[in-house]
C-alpha cells in the first residue's frame, strides 16, 4: 500500500524516507517482498486488494513511472525556494565579516601606532639620559661639599658642623623630604648664627651629596638612629634643639620621645605635625605615579620642569652657591631613599601621634606667601590673590592660609608658633629672620634648664 512521507518539521531539505514496514527505500523489493507468481493456465486475474505486507504486482511501464516519480518529488523537496530569512541572514554574515575586518585592521593600526610611540619614548629617554649624563659632568665642578663626609654603616654622609666649642646644647638640622640642597641653602643661617651657637646638619642616605643605602629600611626610626650615629661620628654631642624643617618634624617629634634626655627643645620650619596626616593612607601620600616620576628624574628628567629649578627671591645666595644648589638637584631632586622615606612616612606620622608630644620648649616658624612683601615681589601670586579676593571679598585669604595649625596649636601649652612674610619653604627667603628667631630660641631653652 502507498505510505505517506512525514512532515517536514525543520528548514533542512527532507532526507528520503523507506518503507515503515522495512525501513529499506520504496521501488526495490527484497527477496522475501517478490510478487506472487500466479498459476499457470489461470484466466484473468480476479481484481483482489493486495496482501498486507505484500507489494502489489505491477508492470515495467508502471514501475519506471512510480520510480520517476519520487524522484521527482525529491528534486521537489531538496531544492526548496530559498525564503526571506535566509537571505536576511546571508546578508548579516557579510555585514558580521566586514565588520571583523575592520575591527582587525584598527586593531592592528592602533598596534602599530602605539609600537612607534613607545619606540619614540624609547629613543626621547636615551636622548634624554646621555644629554644628562653629558650635563653632570660638566656639573660636577660645582658639587663642592662644605663640610666633611663620616662613616655610617657602611656608607658615607655628608655634615656640616660649626660654632663654637663647649656650647651647652648643638642646634641638630633636619631636612624635610625631597630636600637634597640644604647644606646649601642653610648656609646664610650659618653664617649668621655661628659666633653664638653650636650647629650640626647632616645630609640623609640618598640626599645631597651622601651616598644612598642598599635599599635598606628608611622608616622614621631608621632615620632618627642615623642622624644620631652621624653626630657621634661628627663628635658632637647631646643635648641637641632640634631644628626640623617640613616632615622631618615627625622624626623630631619621635626623637624627642624616644631620647627624652638627648631632645631639650624644637624649632620648626614649615613643620610638618602628625595630626596633619589623620585619615592618610600610605597609598594616598605615595604611589604609582612617585615611582613613575623616581624613573624620570633618574635619566635627567628633571631638567625639563622649571619648577624644579632652584630660585634665590632674596637674593641670599652667591652665584656659585645657586649652581651648586642646582647640580645638587639635577643630580638628585629624588631618589630611591627619598622615595622610600615616602612611603613610609603615614606608619612614622601614626607611631609619632601615638607617642604624643613632648614636654619641652617648641617654637615654630612658617612662611605665609600670602603676606607683604613677599607677595607683591611675586607677580604671578598676586595676581591670583588679587582675583580671588575679587570674587569673594569677604574672605580673609592671608588668615586663612595657617588658621588649621593656629587652631591646633592654641591647645598646646609648650608650643609657640609665628607667621612671617615668605615661601612655604622660608629657608630660601628669610635667613635673617630665622638666624634671630633661632638665636632667641637657644636663649630662651638655656633660661629654663637654669
Known amino acids: 500500500m502507498a505510505h505517506k512521507k512525514k512532515k517536514n518539521t525543520n528548514n533542512d531539505p527532507v532526507k528520503k524516507t523507506g518503507s515503515p514496514a522495512t525501513g529499506k527505500p520504496e521501488g526495490k523489493a527484497s527477496a522475501a517482498e517478490k510478487p506472487e507468481e500466479k498459476a499457470p493456465g489461470a484466466g484473468k486475474p480476479e481484481e483482489k486488494a493486495p496482501a498486507v505486507g505484500k507489494p502489489e504486482e505491477k508492470t515495467p511501464a508502471a514501475e519506471k513511472t512510480e520510480e520517476q516519480a519520487p524522484k521527482a518529488e525529491k528534486e521537489q523537496v531538496d531544492t526548496p525556494a530559498l525564503p526571506a530569512k535566509p537571505q536576511k541572514k546571508k546578508k548579516e554574515s557579510e555585514l558580521w565579516k566586514r565588520a571583523k575586518v575592520t575591527t582587525k585592521l584598527f586593531l592592528h593600526v592602533t598596534k602599530l601606532f602605539f609600537l612607534i610611540v613607545l619606540g619614540l619614548l624609547v629613543l626621547a629617554g636615551i636622548i634624554l639620559s646621555i644629554v644628562h649624563a653629558a650635563k653632570k659632568k660638566s656639573e660636577s665642578q660645582y658639587l663642592v661639599m662644605k663640610g666633611e663626609q663620616v662613616e655610617v654603616d657602611g656608607r658615607y654622609l655628608h655634615v656640616i658642623k660649626g660654632g663654637p666649642e663647649g656650647a651647652d646644647q648643638t642646634l641638630v638640622f633636619l631636612h624635610g623630604d625631597r630636600i637634597t640642597d640644604d647644606s646649601v641653602v642653610l648656609q646664610p643661617v650659618f653664617r649668621k648664627i655661628e659666633d653664638q651657637a653650636a650647629y650640626f646638619y647632616v645630609d640623609r642616605s640618598g640626599a645631597g651629596f651622601s651616598d644612598a643605602t642598599d635599599g ?19 663628635g658632637v654631642k647631646a643635648p641637641y634643639i632640634l631644628v626640623a624643617e617640613g616632615t622631618s618634624g615627625i622624626m623630631a617629634l619621635h626623637w624627642a620621645h624616644k631620647y627624652p634626655e638627648e631632645v631639650k627643645g624644637i624649632f ?6 602628625p595630626e596633619q596626616f589623620d585619615g592618610v593612607k600610605p597609598g594616598d601620600y605615595v604611589g604609582f605615579g612617585d615611582w613613575i616620576t623616581l624613573q624620570f628624574f633618574r635619566i635627567g628628567g628633571v631638567r625639563l620642569f622649571s619648577s624644579m629649578k632652584p630660585t634665590n627671591p632674596a637674593g641670599i645666595f652667591t652665584e656659585d652657591e645657586m649652581n651648586t644648589r642646582s647640580a645638587l638637584v639635577n643630580k638628585g631632586a629624588f631618589t ?20 604624643g608630644w613632648p614636654d619641652v620648649p617648641i617654637f615654630l ?3 605665609n606667601p600670602l603676606m607683604a612683601p613677599y607677595i607683591v615681589e611675586d ?28 587652631n591646633f596649636f592654641a591647645q598646646k601649652k609648650n608650643v609657640e608658633m609665628k607667621e612671617i612674610s615668605g615661601p612655604v619653604r622660608i629657608t630660601i627667603y628669610a635667613s635673617d629672620e630665622i638666624a634671630k628667631e633661632l638665636l632667641n630660641f637657644v636663649k630662651n631653652v638655656q633660661s629654663k634648664q637654669n
Request: hydrophobic share 35%; proline share 1%.
Open 336 to 355: 630611591k631613599d627619598m622615595y622610600n622615606e615616602d612611603k613610609a612616612m603615614v606608619d612614622g606620622a601614626n607611631l609619632a601621634r601615638e607617642e
Open 365 to 367: 616658624l612658617y612662611g
Open 268 to 273: 620648626g620650619l614649615g613643620f610638618i605635625y
Open 216 to 234: 635598606g629600611e628608611r622608616d622614621v626610626d631608621s632615620l632618627v638612629e642615623e642622624t644620631r650615629k652621624a653626630a657621634s661620628a661628627a
Open 379 to 406: 607677580e604671578d601670586l598676586l595676581r591670583k590673590l588679587t582675583n580671588a579676593v575679587a570674587a569673594n571679598p569677604d574672605e580673609d585669604f592671608v588668615g586663612e592660609f595657617y588658621e588649621e595649625e593656629r
